[in-house]
């Protein structure tokens, strides 16, 4: 069934495609359906980024690694105004799909809400001075247990 979906999915997008091209040319393909499927994925593509390598993660040695710790120490909680939370599907509640996944997505606040002991997740934003920590502390430093940027990491 799987790859019958698959199927249907690659057929509808190249129908797509050729639709907007028939319709309007080039153009008409790149801004209704190649800017936005690329702005999409970028920022998607961001999002899991910035939750799995910000400035106050942790790794856990393989002796001191639990389900819990690596949910909630190498894992953020993305704080999001609801609309983005909408249009993520709940994803800055990541430290607890990382716990588990089973949990639906439109389950993930209540659970948050519900439990004191995942409210106090390592917090990231999607604010300017965090997007660019992110990419700045990039580097794993085993020494000193924590992201380090290129430049303290070759200093």
């Given at each position: 069934?799987?790859?019958?979906?698959?199927?249907?999915?690659?057929?509808?997008?190249?129908?797509?495609?050729?639709?907007?091209?028939?319709?309007?040319?080039?153009?008409?393909?790149?801004?209704?359906?190649?800017?936005?499927?690329?702005?999409?994925?970028?920022?998607?593509?961001?999002?899991?980024?910035?939750?799995?390598?910000?400035?106050?993660?942790?790794?856990?040695?393989?002796?001191?690694?639990?389900?819990?710790?690596?949910?909630?120490?190498?894992?953020?909680?993305?704080?999001?105004?609801?609309?983005?939370?909408?249009?993520?599907?709940?994803?800055g509640y990541h430290h607890i799909h990382h716990l588990n996944v089973r949990i639906p997505f439109y389950r993930l606040p209540e659970v948050m809400a519900a439990?004191?002991?995942?409210?106090?997740?390592?917090?990231?934003?999607?604010?300017?001075?965090?997007?660019?920590?992110?990419?700045?502390?990039?580097?794993?430093?085993?020494?000193?247990?924590?992201?380090?940027?290129?430049?303290?990491?070759?200093?």
């Amino acid at each position: 069934m799987a790859g019958f979906n698959a199927l249907v999915a690659l057929i509808s997008h190249f129908g797509l495609i050729a639709v907007l091209w028939i319709l309007g040319g080039f153009s008409l393909v790149f801004f209704v359906f190649l800017l936005p499927m690329a702005l999409a994925s970028a920022l998607g593509s961001y999002l899991f980024f910035a939750q799995h390598s910000f400035r106050r993660m942790q790794i856990a040695s393989p002796e001191a690694w639990s389900y819990y710790r690596g949910a909630m120490e190498s894992s953020s909680y993305m704080r999001m105004n609801q609309v983005m939370q909408w249009f993520t599907g709940n994803i800055g509640y990541h430290h607890i799909h990382h716990l588990n996944v089973r949990i639906p997505f439109y389950r993930l606040p209540e659970v948050m809400a519900a439990i004191p002991e995942l409210q106090s997740p390592l917090v990231t934003t999607l604010a300017p001075g965090d997007i660019a920590d992110c990419f700045r502390y990039a580097l794993w430093d085993e020494d000193k247990q924590r992201m380090v940027t290129y430049r303290e990491a070759s200093g």
